[in-house]
C-alpha cells in the first residue's frame, strides 16, 4: 500500500510552546489530507480537513486558530499545535487520499504529543 | 448522515480458530466499506476494502471481508487466527452523497473492536 510518513513520532514540550507536526505521502499525489486526534482506546476524532492549495475545513469544535494547518503541496501538511496546553496532549495522526471516491486513504503512524 | 457501528468492543478467540470482527453501516447511497486495523502506538494500516463487485473482499494478512446489503453489514473475517492478529479494528464507511455536504468525501469510523487472539 501507499506510504505516509509523519514526523515527528513523538514529541514532548514545554506549555506555552508551539509544535509542528509534518505528514508526507510519499508515492501518490494527495489532493486531500485529513488530520485526527486520537485518545487513549478511542475512534479517532477528526479534526480538519485540508485540500492542496486551498483552506483547511474544520470540523466543529476545533479551534482554528490553535490548530493551523497548512497543505501547501501535493505531498505534504503541516498542523500546528499553537501555544500548547496539557489538555492538548494527545496522538495526532495524518491521512492522506488521492481525492478519487473509490480509492484507499492512507494513515500515518501518529505523533504522541506530551505537553507538560 | 452515515454511520457504522462495531457492536463488539472486544472480541476474544484461541489461536487458530477462525476469528469475526462485526460492522455495520447506514449510509443514504451505494458504500464504500473499509477495514484498518491499528497496533499499540501506531497509526492505521489498510486492510480491505468494498467498493463493487464481489461481495466476499479479501485483504492484507489473510483477512477477508463480507458484504452483505440486506443486512448492511460488513464483517472481518478470517480463518485461522495468529497472536500476531491481536490489535484494534476499525471499520469505516465513506461518505460519497453529495448532499451530506461538507461530510463528502470524508470517513466515519465505528468505535472500534479490540481483538485479542490467545496462544
Known amino acids: 500500500g501507499a506510504v505516509v510518513s509523519q514526523h515527528p513520532s513523538w514529541v514532548i514540550c514545554k506549555s506555552g510552546t508551539s509544535v509542528k507536526i509534518e505528514c508526507r505521502s510519499l508515492?501518490?499525489?494527495?489532493?486531500?489530507m485529513f488530520w485526527y486526534r486520537q485518545f487513549p482506546k478511542q475512534s479517532l476524532m477528526l479534526m480538519a480537513t485540508?485540500?492542496?492549495?486551498?483552506?483547511?475545513?474544520?470540523e466543529q469544535g476545533v479551534e482554528k486558530d490553535k490548530f493551523l494547518i497548512n497543505h501547501a503541496s501535493l505531498t505534504l501538511s503541516t498542523l500546528t499545535v499553537t501555544s500548547a496546553h496539557p489538555e492538548d496532549s494527545s496522538f495526532y495522526i495524518c491521512?492522506?487520499?488521492?481525492?478519487?471516491?473509490?480509492?484507499?486513504?492512507?494513515f500515518g503512524p501518529g505523533t504522541r504529543l506530551t505537553v507538560l | 448522515a452515515q454511520s457504522v457501528a462495531q457492536p463488539e468492543d472486544q472480541v476474544n478467540v484461541a489461536e487458530g480458530n477462525p476469528l469475526t470482527v462485526k460492522c455495520t453501516y447506514s449510509?443514504?447511497?451505494?458504500?464504500?466499506l473499509f477495514w484498518y486495523v491499528q497496533y499499540p502506538n501506531r497509526g492505521l494500516q489498510f486492510l480491505l476494502k468494498?467498493?463493487?463487485?464481489?461481495?466476499l473482499v479479501k485483504g492484507s494478512y489473510g483477512f477477508e471481508a463480507e458484504f452483505n446489503k440486506s443486512q448492511t453489514s460488513f464483517h472481518l473475517k478470517k480463518p485461522s487466527a495468529l497472536v500476531s492478529d491481536s490489535a484494534l479494528y476499525f471499520c469505516?464507511?465513506?461518505?460519497?452523497?453529495?448532499?451530506?455536504?461538507?461530510?463528502?468525501?470524508?470517513?466515519?469510523f465505528g468505535q472500534g473492536t479490540i481483538l485479542t487472539v490467545h496462544p
Open positions: 449510509v443514504s447511497g451505494n458504500p464504500y
Open positions: 469505516a464507511v465513506r461518505d460519497l452523497n453529495r448532499a451530506g455536504g461538507t461530510s463528502y468525501g470524508k470517513l466515519t
Open positions: 508515492d501518490f499525489q494527495a489532493t486531500t
Open positions: 468494498y467498493i463493487t463487485g464481489d461481495n
Open positions: 491521512s492522506a487520499f488521492s481525492g478519487r471516491g473509490a480509492d484507499t486513504q492512507y
Open positions: 485540508s485540500n492542496e492549495g486551498s483552506k483547511a475545513t474544520y
